[in-house]
C-alpha cells in the first residue's frame, strides 16, 4: 500500500509549507501526514472525487470562458500555525490602515503629495483616480470595507505581499464552502486538528456594512450588487447575499428618485441604504462613467454624494490597489501610521523610472513583468517562460506606455503537497486573507483562500487561468484536539450541563480560550 | 420582494410544472403508440404536436415527436428546456429559493444536459423527469418560507397546471372515439388510480371528463388548480377588499364557469373550451407580470428564462 506523501520530491530551491527539503514532514503537517498515510492513497483519491462531485451538484462554480465549472478543491489543507498568522493577521490590518488613510487623503487634502512624499502623477495618472469620487465622504470613514491582500511565500518562506485589492476582492466563497466541504469529506482529520473557524465572515461584513450606513437610518437595506449570472463570480455574490440574508439586486432593479436609490418590489419602490456593490467603477454609474453601460444604475454616485446611500467599497478606491502604487506601499505605512511595515513587498522596479527601465529592458528574459491595472493574471509577462517575440512585443509595450508596468524578479513560489494525476506533487500557491473594516476595527478572516496553479511548475494560481483551491487551516493553540477530550465533554455529569448562553458569542476559540482560563469556566 | 425574484420564482413554478406535465403526456403518447393496434402514428403525433403549440410538422412520427417535447434542447416546447428553464430562473434568485431546493435542481440539470436523457429508455427519462420534479417540489414545501415568494411559486405552479391539463384534456378530446383515449387522459394526469377509487365499476368518459375537469378532491383537476392559483393571488394582493387585479378577475371568471356550470355541458365542444382556458391562462399570466413584475414582462409562453 502506497502513503499518501511516499516519493514525494523536494528541492531546495523552493519553499514546500509541508514538506522540508530533507524530507521530514514539518509539524503543522505531521497528523495530516499519519492520517493521510492511514487512509492510503486510493481512499483520499476516492474522497478527493466527492468533493468534486459534491461542488458541481451544489453549483460552486465559477465562469470559465463562458462556461460554468466547479471551482476545483484539492484535498489537502494548507495548514498555518498559530504564531505564524498572527504575524500575518497584524501585517495586513497594518496594510489595510495605511490605504484608507492614503484613499482619504487622495480624495482630500492630498498631504502626502505635499509632503513629497510621493510624486503627485502617480496618483493623477492611474487610471482608476475617480474625481468624481473626490469629495464624498464616508459616513464612519471607512473606503475599504472588504480587502483582499495576496500574499505568497519565497524561497525562504517569508511571506511577502504580492498585490492589494481593495476594490471588490472576490474568492471569499469558496473559503466559506471549502471548509464545509473538507469536514464533511475528512471529519476523521478535520476533528483532530483545533482550527479557527470562518464562518463569522458573512455576520462581520454584515454588521461592517450596517455600520456605514447613511447617518440616520435606524435599520439600513443592505444589498448585494451584482451584474448578473453570467458574472464568473455570481456564485458568490448569491452565496454572500443568502448568508447574510440581504438581497442580491442586478442594476434594473434599481432606480434613483430625487438623490436617493429605490428598488423595485412588488409592493412599489422601496429605499436602499447601503449597496455591497461587486459591479466595477465603470459600470456602476452611467452617469459618471461609461455612458454604454446597462450594468449599474444612473445616478448611484449622485445619491452616495448626497450622504443618501453608501457604496462599499468606495469608487475610486483602485487608485490605491494599482501595481504601481503598490511599491509606495511601504512608504505610505511609514507616513501615515509611522510603523515600519510588518509585511514585506516583492522587490518591484517602476518602468516610468528611466534608471529602472533600462535594467529592466535588459533582463527582460529573467523577470516578472506586469501591466498595472490588470487583474486575474492577464497580461502578466513571465520573462523566463516567454519566447524571443513575446519579448520583443513586450519592450514595445513597455517603451509606449511605461506608467503601465512594473517588473519584479521571478518569485518561486512556495508549494504544498497536491492531489494530481500521478499521486501527491509539490504545487504552487498564494495566499489571500481577507479583512473587513467595520471603522472601528481591522477583522482579519482566519485563514483566507489558497489558491493553487495545477499545472507542474505553473506560477499563475488564478482559476480564470485554470487554478485551483485549498482549504486554509489556521491552527488555534497547538493546532491538536485528541479524541479524548472530546469524549470526555460527552460525558459531563448531569449536574453541570452548560447553560445556553443567550447571545451567541463572536469570539474566537482562541479568545474564548482566554476568558475561559480567567473565569474557570468548562473547555468547550 | 423584488419584482424579478418573485418573477423568477414564479416561473420556476411554470417551468417545474411544465416539465413534469410534458412527461406525463410524453409517456402516455408512447404507451399508446405501443398498446393501441390500430392508432394511426401520424395523425396522433400531430395532434399532440399542435396541442402543444407545434403546427409546422410536416409526417411526425414518434421520433420527432420525442425530440420536440422530450430531449431537444433548443425546442421550447421540450421538457429539458423547461428544467433548463426552472433551472436559470433559480439561478437568478439563488439568495432566495432554499439550498437544498437549488441542489436538488442543480443535480437534476446534471442529469439530464448534455442530452444525457436520450441514453435512457424513452419510459426511464420520463418517470425519472417526474419523479426529479417531484423531489424539487417536496423540497420547495418543506424548506421554503411560505410567505410572498412561496406563493408566487405557488400561483405559476398552479397557473402552469390549469394550462397544461386543458392541453393534455384536449388531445383526448380529439380522438374521443378511441376506447381508450379517457383512459389514457386519466393516466396522462396521473389521476387513473384515483378515478377508479373514486368511481369503482362506474367508470365513464363523461364522468372521466368531469373528474379531470370539476373534482374538488383531485389536485390535478383544472378546477382544483384554479382554485390554488386564485388563493395564491388572493395571498398576493393582501386582502384587498374587491378583486383588484384583472388576473384575478379572469381566474375568479374561469372558475366560475367551470365551477356553476351545468355538468352535463361540461364535454360539449371540449376542444373550444379547452383553447379558451389557454387563453385565459396566457391572459391571466400577462396580467400578472404587468401587475407585480412592474412590466418587466413582455413574457410569453416560451420566451425562456425569467
Given at each position: 500500500m502506497a502513503g499518501a506523501f511516499t516519493d514525494y520530491p523536494t528541492s531546495t530551491s523552493t519553499f514546500d509549507e509541508a514538506v522540508a527539503a530533507d524530507g521530514r514532514v514539518r509539524a503543522a503537517y505531521d497528523q495530516v501526514a499519519t492520517q493521510f498515510e492511514e487512509f492510503g492513497l486510493d481512499d483520499v483519491r476516492n474522497r478527493a472525487e466527492y468533493v468534486s462531485k459534491s461542488y458541481h451538484d451544489q453549483g460552486v462554480t465559477f465562469d470559465y470562458e463562458g462556461e460554468e465549472r466547479p471551482f476545483p478543491l484539492d484535498i489537502v489543507p494548507r495548514i498555518i500555525e498559530a504564531s505564524t498568522w498572527s504575524h500575518v493577521e497584524e501585517g495586513v490590518g497594518q496594510r489595510v490602515r495605511a490605504l484608507e488613510a492614503f484613499l482619504a487623503d487622495v480624495y482630500g487634502a492630498m498631504q502626502i503629495v505635499t509632503d513629497r512624499v510621493l510624486p503627485r502623477h502617480v496618483v493623477t495618472t492611474s487610471k482608476h483616480y475617480h474625481r468624481v469620487a473626490y469629495g464624498i465622504q464616508p459616513v464612519n470613514g471607512v473606503r475599504v470595507h472588504v480587502s483582499g491582500i495576496d500574499l505568497i511565500r519565497d524561497a525562504e518562506g517569508t511571506f511577502r505581499v504580492l498585490e492589494d485589492n481593495v476594490r471588490i476582492p472576490s474568492g471569499v466563497s469558496y473559503v466559506l464552502t471549502n471548509r464545509r466541504a473538507m469536514t464533511s469529506t475528512l471529519p476523521e482529520v478535520v476533528g483532530t486538528h483545533r482550527i479557527r473557524p470562518v464562518a463569522a465572515y458573512p455576520d462581520r461584513l454584515l454588521r461592517a456594512l450596517r455600520a456605514a450606513a447613511p447617518s440616520g437610518v435606524q435599520d439600513p437595506e443592505v444589498v448585494v450588487l451584482t451584474p448578473g449570472p453570467y458574472n464568473s463570480a455570481y456564485f458568490e455574490h448569491s452565496l454572500l447575499a443568502r448568508l447574510m440574508g440581504c438581497r442580491l439586486v442586478e442594476g434594473r432593479d434599481l432606480v434613483t428618485q430625487g438623490g436617493r436609490v429605490m428598488m423595485r418590489t412588488t409592493h412599489g419602490l422601496q429605499p436602499v441604504h447601503v449597496i455591497y456593490r461587486r459591479v466595477d467603477d465603470d459600470f456602476l454609474d452611467p452617469v459618471a462613467f461609461r455612458n454604454d453601460s446597462v450594468l449599474g444604475c444612473p445616478g448611484l454616485l449622485n445619491a452616495a454624494r448626497a450622504g443618501n446611500v453608501t457604496i462599499a467599497n468606495a469608487v475610486g478606491n483602485g487608485v490605491a490597489d494599482d501595481k504601481l502604487m503598490y511599491s509606495y506601499v511601504p512608504d505610505l505605512i511609514r507616513y501615515y501610521l509611522g510603523e515600519e511595515p510588518l509585511l514585506p513587498n516583492v522587490d518591484t522596479w517602476r518602468l516610468e523610472d528611466p534608471g529602472h527601465r533600462e535594467e529592466v529592458l535588459d533582463r527582460l528574459d529573467e523577470l516578472v513583468l506586469k501591466p498595472v491595472d490588470g487583474s486575474g493574471g492577464k497580461g502578466i509577462v513571465i520573462g523566463p517562460q516567454a519566447d524571443a517575440a513575446e519579448l520583443d512585443q513586450l519592450r514595445t509595450a513597455v517603451l509606449r506606455d511605461p506608467r503601465g508596468w512594473i517588473a519584479q524578479p521571478v518569485v518561486q513560489l512556495s508549494t504544498i503537497p497536491t492531489m494530481v494525476e500521478e499521486g501527491m506533487r509539490p504545487r504552487h500557491v498564494d495566499l489571500r486573507p481577507f479583512a473587513i473594516n467595520d471603522g472601528e476595527k481591522v477583522w482579519v478572516l482566519p485563514g483566507g483562500l489558497t489558491r493553487v496553479?495545477?499545472?507542474?511548475?505553473?506560477?499563475i494560481v488564478n482559476s480564470s487561468r485554470g487554478g485551483g483551491s485549498k482549504d486554509t487551516w489556521v491552527l488555534s493553540g497547538d493546532g491538536r484536539r485528541s479524541r479524548f477530550q472530546r469524549q470526555s465533554q460527552r460525558s459531563l455529569?448531569?449536574?453541570?450541563?452548560p447553560q445556553v448562553a443567550l447571545t451567541r458569542s463572536e469570539a474566537e476559540p482562541a479568545e474564548q480560550e482566554q476568558q475561559q482560563q480567567q473565569t474557570g469556566g468548562m473547555p468547550c | 420582494m423584488l419584482s424579478r425574484i418573485a418573477e423568477s420564482l414564479y416561473w420556476i413554478g411554470r417551468y417545474l410544472e411544465r416539465a413534469e406535465d410534458t412527461s406525463r403526456l410524453l409517456e402516455v403518447h408512447l404507451t399508446r403508440l405501443l398498446e393501441d393496434?390500430?392508432?394511426d402514428e401520424e395523425e396522433v403525433s400531430r395532434i399532440l404536436l399542435r396541442v402543444m403549440g407545434?403546427?409546422?410538422?410536416a409526417s411526425p412520427d414518434h421520433h420527432t415527436v420525442l425530440q420536440l417535447l422530450?430531449?431537444?434542447?433548443?425546442?421550447?416546447?421540450?421538457m429539458v428546456a423547461a428544467f433548463h428553464g426552472a433551472r436559470e430562473s433559480a439561478r437568478r434568485s439563488r439568495e432566495t429559493v432554499s439550498t437544498e431546493m437549488w441542489e436538488a435542481i442543480n443535480t437534476t440539470w446534471n442529469m439530464m444536459r448534455g442530452n444525457r436523457l436520450q441514453h435512457l429508455p424513452a419510459h426511464r427519462a420520463c418517470q425519472l423527469v417526474r419523479e426529479r420534479c417531484a423531489v424539487v417540489g417536496g423540497i420547495a414545501d418543506s424548506t421554503m418560507s411560505h410567505d410572498e415568494g412561496w406563493q408566487y411559486l405557488l400561483l405559476g405552479r398552479s397557473l402552469e397546471r390549469v394550462d397544461m391539463t386543458s392541453r393534455i384534456i384536449e388531445t383526448a378530446a380529439y380522438s374521443a372515439d378511441g376506447p381508450y383515449a379517457w383512459t389514457q387522459t386519466l393516466r396522462a394526469c396521473g389521476a387513473h388510480h384515483a378515478f377508479v377509487r373514486t368511481y369503482r365499476g362506474d367508470a365513464t368518459d363523461q364522468r372521466a371528463a368531469e373528474f379531470l375537469l370539476v373534482d374538488r378532491l383531485f389536485p390535478r383537476s383544472v378546477l382544483f388548480a384554479l382554485d390554488r392559483a386564485e388563493e395564491a393571488l388572493q395571498a398576493l394582493e393582501g386582502g384587498t377588499r374587491v378583486p383588484s387585479t384583472e388576473a384575478l378577475r379572469a381566474l375568479g371568471r374561469a372558475r366560475a364557469r367551470f365551477e356553476f356550470g351545468a355538468l352535463e355541458d361540461l364535454t360539449v365542444d371540449l376542444p373550444t373550451r379547452m383553447s379558451d382556458l389557454q387563453r385565459t391562462c396566457s391572459a391571466v399570466n400577462d396580467a400578472v407580470s404587468s401587475h407585480f413584475f412592474d412590466g418587466a414582462g413582455q413574457t410569453v409562453w416560451r420566451a425562456g428564462v425569467r
Amino acid at each position: 500500500m502506497a502513503g499518501a506523501f511516499t516519493d514525494y520530491p523536494t528541492s531546495t530551491s523552493t519553499f514546500d509549507e509541508a514538506v522540508a527539503a530533507d524530507g521530514r514532514v514539518r509539524a503543522a503537517y505531521d497528523q495530516v501526514a499519519t492520517q493521510f498515510e492511514e487512509f492510503g492513497l486510493d481512499d483520499v483519491r476516492n474522497r478527493a472525487e466527492y468533493v468534486s462531485k459534491s461542488y458541481h451538484d451544489q453549483g460552486v462554480t465559477f465562469d470559465y470562458e463562458g462556461e460554468e465549472r466547479p471551482f476545483p478543491l484539492d484535498i489537502v489543507p494548507r495548514i498555518i500555525e498559530a504564531s505564524t498568522w498572527s504575524h500575518v493577521e497584524e501585517g495586513v490590518g497594518q496594510r489595510v490602515r495605511a490605504l484608507e488613510a492614503f484613499l482619504a487623503d487622495v480624495y482630500g487634502a492630498m498631504q502626502i503629495v505635499t509632503d513629497r512624499v510621493l510624486p503627485r502623477h502617480v496618483v493623477t495618472t492611474s487610471k482608476h483616480y475617480h474625481r468624481v469620487a473626490y469629495g464624498i465622504q464616508p459616513v464612519n470613514g471607512v473606503r475599504v470595507h472588504v480587502s483582499g491582500i495576496d500574499l505568497i511565500r519565497d524561497a525562504e518562506g517569508t511571506f511577502r505581499v504580492l498585490e492589494d485589492n481593495v476594490r471588490i476582492p472576490s474568492g471569499v466563497s469558496y473559503v466559506l464552502t471549502n471548509r464545509r466541504a473538507m469536514t464533511s469529506t475528512l471529519p476523521e482529520v478535520v476533528g483532530t486538528h483545533r482550527i479557527r473557524p470562518v464562518a463569522a465572515y458573512p455576520d462581520r461584513l454584515l454588521r461592517a456594512l450596517r455600520a456605514a450606513a447613511p447617518s440616520g437610518v435606524q435599520d439600513p437595506e443592505v444589498v448585494v450588487l451584482t451584474p448578473g449570472p453570467y458574472n464568473s463570480a455570481y456564485f458568490e455574490h448569491s452565496l454572500l447575499a443568502r448568508l447574510m440574508g440581504c438581497r442580491l439586486v442586478e442594476g434594473r432593479d434599481l432606480v434613483t428618485q430625487g438623490g436617493r436609490v429605490m428598488m423595485r418590489t412588488t409592493h412599489g419602490l422601496q429605499p436602499v441604504h447601503v449597496i455591497y456593490r461587486r459591479v466595477d467603477d465603470d459600470f456602476l454609474d452611467p452617469v459618471a462613467f461609461r455612458n454604454d453601460s446597462v450594468l449599474g444604475c444612473p445616478g448611484l454616485l449622485n445619491a452616495a454624494r448626497a450622504g443618501n446611500v453608501t457604496i462599499a467599497n468606495a469608487v475610486g478606491n483602485g487608485v490605491a490597489d494599482d501595481k504601481l502604487m503598490y511599491s509606495y506601499v511601504p512608504d505610505l505605512i511609514r507616513y501615515y501610521l509611522g510603523e515600519e511595515p510588518l509585511l514585506p513587498n516583492v522587490d518591484t522596479w517602476r518602468l516610468e523610472d528611466p534608471g529602472h527601465r533600462e535594467e529592466v529592458l535588459d533582463r527582460l528574459d529573467e523577470l516578472v513583468l506586469k501591466p498595472v491595472d490588470g487583474s486575474g493574471g492577464k497580461g502578466i509577462v513571465i520573462g523566463p517562460q516567454a519566447d524571443a517575440a513575446e519579448l520583443d512585443q513586450l519592450r514595445t509595450a513597455v517603451l509606449r506606455d511605461p506608467r503601465g508596468w512594473i517588473a519584479q524578479p521571478v518569485v518561486q513560489l512556495s508549494t504544498i503537497p497536491t492531489m494530481v494525476e500521478e499521486g501527491m506533487r509539490p504545487r504552487h500557491v498564494d495566499l489571500r486573507p481577507f479583512a473587513i473594516n467595520d471603522g472601528e476595527k481591522v477583522w482579519v478572516l482566519p485563514g483566507g483562500l489558497t489558491r493553487v496553479a495545477l499545472g507542474e511548475g505553473d506560477l499563475i494560481v488564478n482559476s480564470s487561468r485554470g487554478g485551483g483551491s485549498k482549504d486554509t487551516w489556521v491552527l488555534s493553540g497547538d493546532g491538536r484536539r485528541s479524541r479524548f477530550q472530546r469524549q470526555s465533554q460527552r460525558s459531563l455529569p448531569l449536574g453541570t450541563a452548560p447553560q445556553v448562553a443567550l447571545t451567541r458569542s463572536e469570539a474566537e476559540p482562541a479568545e474564548q480560550e482566554q476568558q475561559q482560563q480567567q473565569t474557570g469556566g468548562m473547555p468547550c | 420582494m423584488l419584482s424579478r425574484i418573485a418573477e423568477s420564482l414564479y416561473w420556476i413554478g411554470r417551468y417545474l410544472e411544465r416539465a413534469e406535465d410534458t412527461s406525463r403526456l410524453l409517456e402516455v403518447h408512447l404507451t399508446r403508440l405501443l398498446e393501441d393496434p390500430v392508432v394511426d402514428e401520424e395523425e396522433v403525433s400531430r395532434i399532440l404536436l399542435r396541442v402543444m403549440g407545434i403546427d409546422d410538422e410536416a409526417s411526425p412520427d414518434h421520433h420527432t415527436v420525442l425530440q420536440l417535447l422530450g430531449w431537444d434542447e433548443s425546442s421550447s416546447t421540450s421538457m429539458v428546456a423547461a428544467f433548463h428553464g426552472a433551472r436559470e430562473s433559480a439561478r437568478r434568485s439563488r439568495e432566495t429559493v432554499s439550498t437544498e431546493m437549488w441542489e436538488a435542481i442543480n443535480t437534476t440539470w446534471n442529469m439530464m444536459r448534455g442530452n444525457r436523457l436520450q441514453h435512457l429508455p424513452a419510459h426511464r427519462a420520463c418517470q425519472l423527469v417526474r419523479e426529479r420534479c417531484a423531489v424539487v417540489g417536496g423540497i420547495a414545501d418543506s424548506t421554503m418560507s411560505h410567505d410572498e415568494g412561496w406563493q408566487y411559486l405557488l400561483l405559476g405552479r398552479s397557473l402552469e397546471r390549469v394550462d397544461m391539463t386543458s392541453r393534455i384534456i384536449e388531445t383526448a378530446a380529439y380522438s374521443a372515439d378511441g376506447p381508450y383515449a379517457w383512459t389514457q387522459t386519466l393516466r396522462a394526469c396521473g389521476a387513473h388510480h384515483a378515478f377508479v377509487r373514486t368511481y369503482r365499476g362506474d367508470a365513464t368518459d363523461q364522468r372521466a371528463a368531469e373528474f379531470l375537469l370539476v373534482d374538488r378532491l383531485f389536485p390535478r383537476s383544472v378546477l382544483f388548480a384554479l382554485d390554488r392559483a386564485e388563493e395564491a393571488l388572493q395571498a398576493l394582493e393582501g386582502g384587498t377588499r374587491v378583486p383588484s387585479t384583472e388576473a384575478l378577475r379572469a381566474l375568479g371568471r374561469a372558475r366560475a364557469r367551470f365551477e356553476f356550470g351545468a355538468l352535463e355541458d361540461l364535454t360539449v365542444d371540449l376542444p373550444t373550451r379547452m383553447s379558451d382556458l389557454q387563453r385565459t391562462c396566457s391572459a391571466v399570466n400577462d396580467a400578472v407580470s404587468s401587475h407585480f413584475f412592474d412590466g418587466a414582462g413582455q413574457t410569453v409562453w416560451r420566451a425562456g428564462v425569467r
